[in-house]
Structures are given as C-alpha cells and as structure tokens.
C-alpha cells in the first residue's frame, strides 16, 4: 500500500483489496456526508492543498460544535466551499484526524462554554505548522443583543432587532423550517455580519500569521578601519578594538583584534548574524582602547538600524563620528537570504514572540562517584544549569534550556575529567501564555456587558463609571466583599474608623518583624525577590488589619463577575535603575483579571503576576502574591531617587542632567541612506567620564523597588513598532526609540508608585477601548491640590491622548471649590472630569446642603485639611476617631452639595450618547 494513501485509511476494507475494489457493473452508492462528518474538512486536509487557515461558519440547526458550513480557504487562491451537512460532532472531527495522522489542531470547547457559546473561537496546533489554523464561528447571539454594530450599543428603541432565537426548539431557523419571513432573514443576516465584523482582530490575526511568512536572512559584517581615531590617554594612540552586539541574533559580544598605538586601526575582518527580519535589529559598534591594567575605555558606540540594508546588497558605509577631526569608522555589510524555513512568529504590531526551541540534555556515568558540572546555553531562559553526573544505573535528569530556536546559540559544557555520555532532545513549547493584543481581554468585555444590564436593573444613567484607584488601601478593602455596593456602607466605614484610630505600634513589635522575616523567607524559596517594599506591604496589613489578609487581586473578580460592582483598576510605573523617572517610565496597569502594559499590548492573567516567562510562555508558575505585597508596590513612599527630588521640588534638572547623562546625537553616513519611516536614525553614544559616572549612581539611586519577574523576558521589538499607532500613543520617554534598551531582557520588573510622576491614576481610563465617558477624581492626597491634574493634562496633551485642559488661575488655586467641571468641548472623545479638591469651603457653615451651622455646631465645621498642622498629613499613619469622622462627613458632604452637578453631567453625556447612535443609525 502506498505510504501517500495511508492517512484516508480509515475502515475495515481498506486492508481487504478484493472486496474493497470488487469488480462488476455495481454503481457508485453516494450519500451525504452528514451520517458519518458533517464537515467538508477532508478534501481541504489534502498536503496538495496546503490550506493554512479555514473560516468555519456555522449556521445549521443543533448542536453548534457539530461542525456544518461555509469553509474559506486561503492558500495561493482563494477556494469557498458551501456544503450543507446534517450534525456532527467538531471535536468528534478533530479526534477523527488525530487518529488518521492528519494535521489537524484539537477543537476543544469547554461545557460551560457549549451552553454559552462566544461568537468566535480560534483553534491551533503550536507544535504543528502542517496544520491549519482553523477560526470557528457558531450560530450564537451573544452581544448582538446589545449592540447594533461592534461598538455602537443599541437605543432602548432598538432592542428588539437584537432578539434573534438561534438555539431554542422554537427558532424558525431551525433545520425543520423550509423558509424563513423576510423579517426573519434580514434578522439572521444582520446577526451573521456582526459576529464576524465584531471578530475582525482575530480574523485579521489570523491571516497575518498564515500569509506573512517571517523569513530569517544572513547579515555579514565587515569591520574596515577606523581613521583619525580620538584618544583615550594623553601621552599615546589608543589600542583599539571593535565589539559587536546584534542582542536580537545573539547574547555573543563578537570583537576584532586590537590594534596597537594606532590612530588609523585597519582591520578588514568580517563577522557573520542570522537576524529574523520582522524584529528591529539594531547594531552596536562599541570602539573601546584596551588597557591590560585597568577596565577597557569604552570610546563610542555606534547604533545602526540593520533594516536599511536590503536583500541581495553589498552596501560600504562610512560613519561620521566627528566631522570637525574627519573621524570616521568604516564598515561593509551584505544581506544575503537564509537557506531555513520561515520561522513561525506570533506579533501584535509592537512585540514579537519568535519561536522557542527547548533542549533537553540527558548525561549518564559509568562510575558510582558523583562529579558535578555545569552546562549553559547563553540567551535561554536557565542560561546554566548543574548536572550530577552519578552511577549508569540512576542517570542524572535531564538539563532542559529553552532559547530562540534561530539564535545564534551554543551550549557549553564544563567538562569533569571522567567520560561520559550526552544526548540531545529538541523539543517546543506551546501557545503563548502572554496574550499580545491592545484590545480589552474577552472577560472585561464580558464585565462590560453585565455591567450594563446590572445598570439597567438597577439605573442612575447610562454611562461608564469605572474605578481607578488611587486611595487603594481602602478600596482593596470593599472588594473583598462580592456585593459592596448594594450594601449600606455602615459597617465598612466603622471598621475603617476602627483601624485609622488604633495605635501602629504594634506593627513594628519583635513579634511582628520575626514575621515579616519568616513570609519573606518563604517568599524568597517560592520564587519572588523580596525588596523593602514587600516588607512596607506586611507593615501596611499590620497597621491597618486586625489580622493577616489572605485575599489576591485575582479573587476580586467575584466582586465583578455579575457586574455588580465597578470594575476596579489599579496603576503602577515599570522604571529603571540608575535612570530617572522622566528619562523612563511605563505604565502598568492592574485589573482582576489582567495585568499588562497598554504601550506594548501585553498583558497576562492576574494570578500569573510574578511567575516566571521567557518569549511570552510561562516557565514557572509562583503562587499568586497576597494583596498586601500588591498594596505596598501602590503606595510605596521609599523608590524616588534624588533627581526624582529635584525634579519634584523645582522641574529644573537640566543641570544635574548635562553632568550626569550620557550624550546621544544622530550621525551621518556617507554614502547617505533613504530612510524609510519604521527605520531609525544611526546614533552615536557617547559615555559620560568618571566622575558624572559616580555623580549618576548617586542621583538616581533608588534606596527600594518592588521587583517583578519580566513577564515580557524574551520578546522583542517589532521593525515597524515605532510606527503604530498604539505604541505612539504611551511613547513618552528617550528610551522608546533605542529598542535595544527598551527591551533588555531583564529578568525583573522594577515597579515604584505612580505618584512619582504624577498623583493620579487616570491612563488607564483614557484606552479609547474602555470608552469611558466621565471620571469623577477625587483628590484627597496631601500637597498641591491641582499640581498632580495640571501635570497629568499637560502629559496627555503632549501625548494626543484625549482630556480636557486644566486651567485654573492663582487666584482660584488659592481658593479652591469644592467642585470642579473640566470638558473639551471641541473633542467629544475626551471625558469630563468632574474634580472634587480636598478642601473646606461652604461646610463650615452649612451642616448639610441647605443647613445652616447654628453656634454649637460650628466648631464640627472646623476641618483643617490644608494647613502644614493638619491632622490628615501624609505624614500621619494614625487618626483619631473624631478626626476620622470630620474628614468622612467633609467629603460627604461635598459630594451631596455637588450633586445636581454630578447629574447634570451625566445627563449629559447620556444625551450625547443617544444623539451619536441616532446619528449612526441613520447614516
């Protein structure tokens, strides 16, 4: 039988050839395919064929994973099926083809997801690039009973239309049914198109992955001369040599020969990289004058974008170091083609996951004493790995290093002196387990849905009103409880008045502390880097608990899985050590159900925080942190550095900066180079002396950091990153445009308060995916009461984010409202802002709105939040209770006497709302 036919072999005749081709006059018997697999997949599974994606609509009667319908191929043309079947099974076929050895992913849906089907589901087989990506969309009405268009919510009006019965024994779509009402049709065709328009990222992700093959090419490197070379000592030439780093090819740091007391080293030798050509490689060309006593100088780094040379060019290139002193560095490069298959790549536009090898050394001894030695693979996740090399009989486990499998990567062995033997197993990991995307994850969608019908149940207007928190001691608190806010506060607030009354003292007994040493041990083992700040936090639960808390961000997702509460959204700054917080930070924000960065569009799922990563897998999974180590990284007073200081103080740190930094300025290359818009500008890095160097260390020292494992680890910058539109967005700092800095491979994240940027935690409100509508801020920090909003609209001015202006005069600053109304009228995508101060205004007089104060109640009305004696200081860790209820009956009142605004606000935006979808409806 011939290999080619064995995976159609599927019956009992295959194997009898007599009576599988029985001769005689005997016709063909043909029936629907339906009562064996109702799927027109066979014929597609064809190797001839090489389908690399199938769209699977189904819009049959029954079962929805019993697959039916409508199969678009893409391969080299475009192929569409439509044959109609009865049911069967889908994970029934994916069986099917396992068994028979067809490439083919697994089909795998969970029970509750078959009793509330999603509109569309993405199914793939990571560790076989034979086999198809398949999206599978069933017959469902999901969010089309919301919305009339992806995005667009339906009018009261309008809800009708969204009530199409796909699934009940009394659908009139229903297998039984031989015609449909033109009502009903239109229904089912507007239903059909919004699911698949609503899925449009996933399609389109799809398509990318199949139709752009990521293809590696071979980039050699000649390093000519250098001439006019500056020096580095007084009294002679440098002894100079070259290093090359290319970190997105290779960990290796590749050099030339040094040339001796030379000013015009030649050296005419050539160096060769393997460079995947979808991730910006930027080459580094780092001139150094070698000293055998002391530390090499380090002259000049010379950063190229290696995207400007094009395939099958021999380009010779002259740097300009320095025009005046004719400087020059003189180098060739070639781009050639790789003879290796297409490496298979997963990429949101800004961040690319490349394909991961993971080897498996096994070694075994001949001897019955045990030697220990070390194996290492540089660039992988383990980077080194100790083996014990024992007797035969019990062979050591296997040393296992996963690393970018078209690296340049060598495993290294430091050998023991006895024999032994090795042997190799290559093996890849599966599906990422970072999910690299800038839209909102499938459950705050979901969220977004149940919160709009809890509104509707229970309506104050319909518009978005989600939590950003600043004062997150508390409000960590109220999600513990799943149902807070249809709850009389009461008791909330008596405990919280409980605990801001008690002494502190207590925690910071010897007692306590030989606690905080025993979970910070245990801490350690499991994984984490235990900093100062995971020490604040176990203080932070000590002072305001009466008892260890063992709740997780993650478990707070019960107090929004029906939407009835506020989604709950928490804000951190990734920074770096020994740089400033305006020269580099990032946004990190936290929610229940993810944690990620909305720059890069990466996010992972909350109890995953803190695990281990490498290129967007999971490696190893630590226990999820409790919230306490979460509230210490929020509110941490203990990361700024000095120039964060100065900074703070006056905002004039240009002269510390021109002492302490190091110079960048943009070079020419001689012949000159057409750039191309996603190509960077080649750069010369100039180091700061000695001196500034030590200046540097202390200025922007940081005495403590919450430290992080990187879940980004491994991946890289996309070569067009600088051009999208979502990273250009959050692009705010010197590091964004030098992609070998942004992306270090760090295995931590460095995470510090907010508020050493600036005090508010507004960003992540303002991702035009989350469509907010009104932010209700209020600002009960100490210090400035307009400083940390002024600051933030300044920033998002600058960053073409929406937000209205904040403009207040001195006059006003000095004599604050206790409401404020912020609107962009010529933008109706920024929100309003109603801004609520922290300030005593009309309650000195009035005990509620409309009550005046009479003689005996005056002095209640006596609340100093201002004052540098004020009980409410930042400084103060404990309140008393009569100082507790002062500041509570301030700000409730405030917001009572604001409340017709607060409405008329709302009100408002609802009628805009409403006007916009009359708008698009019509149109």
């Not at 931590?748 to 940027?757: G, N």
């Not at 101060?837 to 007089?845: E, G, H, S, Y």
């Amino acid at each position: 039988m011939l290999t080619g036919n064995l995976c159609f072999s599927d019956s009992v005749l295959d194997s009898q050839p007599n009576l599988l081709m029985e001769t005689g006059e005997q016709p063909l018997s043909l029936v629907d395919t339906g009562f064996f697999i109702n799927t027109s997949y066979p014929p597609l599974l064809k190797p001839e064929r090489r389908v690399d994606v199938i769209l699977h609509l189904n819009y049959s009667g029954g079962a929805q994973t019993f697959s039916t319908l409508n199969s678009m191929i893409f391969q080299e043309h475009l192929i569409f099926r439509r044959d109609i079947f009865a049911s069967f099974n889908l994970d029934q076929f994916s069986k099917y083809a396992s068994e028979l050895g067809l490439p083919f992913p697994k089909t795998e849906i969970s029970e509750e997801d078959k009793n509330n089907l999603k509109e569309c589901y993405v199914f793939e087989d990571t560790e076989n690039a034979a086999a198809p990506l398949v999206l599978f969309f069933p017959l469902t009405n999901d969010t089309f009973k919301a919305f009339e268009a992806p995005g667009v919510e339906r009018l009261s009006a309008n809800m009708e239309e969204g009530n199409v019965d796909v699934s009940s024994f009394f659908s009139p779509f229903g297998t039984r049914e031989v015609s449909f009402s033109e009502d009903n049709f239109d229904k089912l065709v507007k239903l059909a198109e919004y699911n698949i328009l609503n899925n449009e990222n996933k399609i389109i992700e799809a398509f990318h992955a199949a139709t752009e093959p990521a293809h590696c090419n071979l980039l050699t490197v000649k390093i000519i001369k250098i001439k006019n070379l500056r020096k580095a000592d007084l009294l002679t030439q440098s002894d100079c040599y070259v290093s090359l780093y290319l970190p997105t090819a290779s960990v290796k740091r590749m050099k030339t020969q040094t040339i001796k007391d030379s000013k015009d080293p030649v050296w005419n030798e050539t160096f060769h990289f393997r460079i995947q050509n979808k991730v910006k490689n930027i080459l580094e060309f780092n001139v150094y004058d070698e000293d055998k006593i002391t530390e090499d100088d380090h002259l000049l780094t010379v950063m190229f974008d290696v995207s400007k040379i094009q395939l099958g060019e021999t380009v010779p290139l002259s740097f300009q170091l320095n025009p005046k002193g004719k400087e020059e560095l003189e180098v060739e490069f070639t781009m050639e083609s790789s003879p290796d298959v297409p490496e298979k790549i997963l990429t949101n536009g800004v961040l690319v996951s490349r394909e991961v090898a993971c080897l498996e050394v096994q070694v075994n001894g001949g001897r019955r004493n045990e030697r220990t030695f070390t194996l290492s693979v540089g660039g992988s996740y383990e980077e080194a790995e100790n083996l014990t090399l024992g007797y035969w009989l019990c062979p050591a486990s296997p040393a296992k290093f996963h690393y970018i499998k078209y690296n340049q990567s060598d495993l290294n062995i430091e050998l023991p002196r006895r024999q032994f033997c090795a042997g190799l197993l290559f093996k890849r990991p599966k599906a990422l387990d970072v999910r690299l995307g800038y839209g909102l994850c499938s459950d705050e969608n979901n969220f977004l849905q149940k919160r709009k019908k809890a509104r509707e149940e229970r309506p104050l207007l319909n518009t978005k009103l989600e939590i950003s928190i600043v004062f997150i001691l508390t409000m960590t608190k109220l999600y513990e409880d799943s149902n807070w806010s249809n709850k009389d506060l009461g008791e909330i607030i008596m405990q919280a008045r409980k605990q801001a009354a008690k002494s502190k003292r207590g925690a910071f007994s010897l007692e306590k502390l030989k606690s905080y040493h025993k979970e910070l041990a245990q801490r350690t083992i499991a994984g984490y880097k235990s900093s100062f700040i995971d020490l604040w936090g176990l203080m932070i639960e000590a002072m305001l608990n009466d008892a260890n808390n063992h709740h997780k961000l993650s478990e707070q997702q019960q107090a929004v899985k029906k939407g009835q509460n506020p989604l709950p959204i928490y804000l951190a700054l990734n920074v770096k050590d020994n740089i400033t917080t305006k020269d580099f930070r990032e946004w990190l924000e936290f929610t229940p159900y993810e944690v990620g960065f909305p720059k890069y569009g990466a996010f992972v799922p909350a109890e995953n925080f803190g695990s281990e990563f490498y290129m967007g897998h999971i490696m190893k999974k630590l226990p999820e942190s409790r919230i306490c180590f979460m509230q210490g990284l929020w509110s941490s007073v203990f990361s700024k550095n000095l120039l964060d200081a100065w900074h703070a103080a006056d905002n004039s740190e240009d002269f510390w900066n021109r002492w302490t930094q190091d110079t960048v300025t943009e070079i020419d290359e001689v012949p000159d180079i057409p750039e191309r818009p996603h190509e960077m500008p080649t750069r010369m890095f100039t180091p700061a002396g000695g001196l500034s160097n030590t200046l540097r260390d202390i200025l922007t020292d940081r005495p403590a950091v919450s430290k992080y494992n990187n879940f980004l680890k491994g991946l890289q910058m996309h070569n067009e990153y600088v051009q999208h539109q979502q990273f250009t967005k959050w692009k705010d700092t010197m590091l964004d445009e030098s992609p070998n800095q942004l992306k270090d491979s760090t295995d931590h994240l460095e995470l510090v308060d907010t508020a050493f940027f600036f005090d508010t935690s507004c960003p992540p409100l303002l991702r035009p995916e989350r469509k907010v509508d009104v932010i209700l801020h209020f600002n009960y920090t100490g210090g400035s009461q307009t400083k940390p909003l002024e600051l933030a609209s300044t920033y998002f001015s600058a960053q073409g984010i929406p937000f209205p202006k904040i403009l207040l005069n001195e006059e006003e600053k000095k004599n604050l409202k206790e409401c404020y109304v912020f609107e962009d009228t010529n933008n109706p995508e920024a929100p309003i802002l109603l801004y609520f101060p922290l300030v005593n205004d009309t309650f000195q007089r009035y005990i509620a709105p409309g009550i005046e104060r009479n003689a005996a109640q005056l002095a209640q009305g006596n609340v100093d939040v201002s004052s540098a004696f004020s009980p409410y200081s930042t400084r103060h860790i404990s309140l008393q209770e009569e100082e507790f209820n002062k500041l509570l009956n301030l700000t409730n009142y405030n917001v009572q006497n604001n409340a017709n605004t607060i409405l008329g606000v709302l009100h408002k935006v609802v009628e805009r709302k409403k006007q916009a979808q009359l708008s698009q409806s019509s149109s």
